[in-house]
């Protein structure tokens, strides 16, 4: 069924809209969970409640692209449950992404100090918008969706260490670019 679809499913309040969901997008809302959580269990609980808040939100909001609507959704419930089970001293798997990010990103009190968290995704936004569209892709995969250098690597047919090398080198570029702007990671 196409998004289209989908949605005025949910707009009908046709409880077939989870159901269409689930068998188009759920491998990619579990996957998506998974990467960051690094538990089947509850990647599999984080999509489940990705189709719930699906229904809650869908009317009134209409999501202009579906599969980019559900991903933000399950990526923020999972983001939730890592921030759970991290203060329960579960491991997850969102720790490498955020521990590469922690050396050009600042901390939540500095970003407080200098800019509203708005204006940093803006820099941010902007910072990848000026990317070519390939380290740009790179750079999502892997610190927005946690996809793993290896399988980026294969999909783009290069070495691990050679992208891992190409992530450390837009990571610096992203450091440099918001300390440009007057944003520091001082701790």
């Known amino acids: 069924m196409l998004d289209e679809g989908i949605i005025e499913l949910y707009f009908a309040r046709d409880e077939r809209a989870i159901e269409e969901t689930r068998t188009k997008y759920g491998v ?5 969970a998974l990467r960051l959580l690094g538990v089947r269990e509850d990647a599999e609980e984080c999509a489940s409640d990705t ?9 009134p909001e209409r999501p202009g692209v579906l599969r980019a609507f559900l ?19 579960r491991y997850s798997g969102i720790e490498q992404q955020l521990e590469e990010l922690a050396d050009c990103l600042p901390s939540a009190d500095s ?7 708005r204006e940093l995704a803006e820099l941010i936004s902007r910072w990848l918008d000026g990317l070519p569209k390939r380290d740009r892709d790179i750079f999502i995969r892997r610190y927005w969706y946690c996809e793993s250098v290896e399988a980026i690597a294969k999909s783009e047919l290069v070495r691990p260490n050679t992208l891992a090398q190409r992530l450390r080198r837009m990571r610096a570029a992203l450091r440099t670019e918001l300390e440009k702007e007057g944003v520091t990671n001082e701790k």
């Not at 990619?28 to 998506?32: P, S, Y």
């Not at 991903?71 to 983001?79: C, D, F, K, P, S």
């Open 28 to 32: 990619f809302c579990e996957t998506l």
């Open 111 to 117: 970003v407080e100090l200098e800019m509203e968290r």
């Open 51 to 59: 189709y719930l808040a699906a229904w809650d939100r869908i009317p």
């Open 71 to 89: 991903g933000r959704i399950t990526r923020n419930l999972a983001v939730s449950r890592f921030r759970r089970n991290r203060a329960s001293k």
